[in-house]
């Protein structure tokens, strides 16, 4: 069975850092594009940054640009997105997904992705 598990999030002061971690179960993420994504409570879900199958290529939001980094571990199945500088506006349920897209190009939209974590809460308050 496919699945993803976040884990990482929690309650972190203004300016705080986070690491979140997507680990995959199933299949090897390899072949996978793989995406960030959050939803706060009343708001749309945002796309937050993705990262390509092979080459390594990125996508941030300039809502994280610059404090954010997105990077992956294929030996240990797992993607990470490195949370700096974290604010208030951060908070949100964070979830990751994955899409077979072993041609390499990064993977901005939602509703191109096929499988999806559960989630993890990113509170960030003082």
């Known amino acids: 069975q496919l699945q993803l598990v976040e884990s990482g999030g929690g309650l972190v002061q203004p300016g705080g850092s986070l690491r979140l971690s997507c680990a995959a179960s199933g299949f090897t993420l390899d072949y996978y594009a793989i995406g960030w994504f959050r939803q706060a409570p009343g708001k749309e879900r945002e796309g937050v940054s993705c990262?390509?199958?092979?080459?390594?290529?990125?996508y941030y939001a300039d809502s994280v640009k610059g404090r954010f980094t997105i990077s992956r571990d294929n030996a240990k199945n797992t993607v990470y997105l490195q949370m700096n500088s974290l604010k208030p506006e951060d908070t949100a349920v964070y979830y990751c997904?994955?899409?077979?897209?072993?041609?390499?190009?990064?993977?901005?939209?939602?509703?191109?992705?096929?499988?999806w974590g559960q989630g993890t809460q990113v509170t960030v308050s003082s």
């Open positions: 990262i390509s199958s092979s080459d390594g290529s990125t």
């Open positions: 997904a994955a899409v077979f897209n072993p041609v390499g190009t990064v993977v901005a939209y939602a509703d191109e992705y096929d499988y």
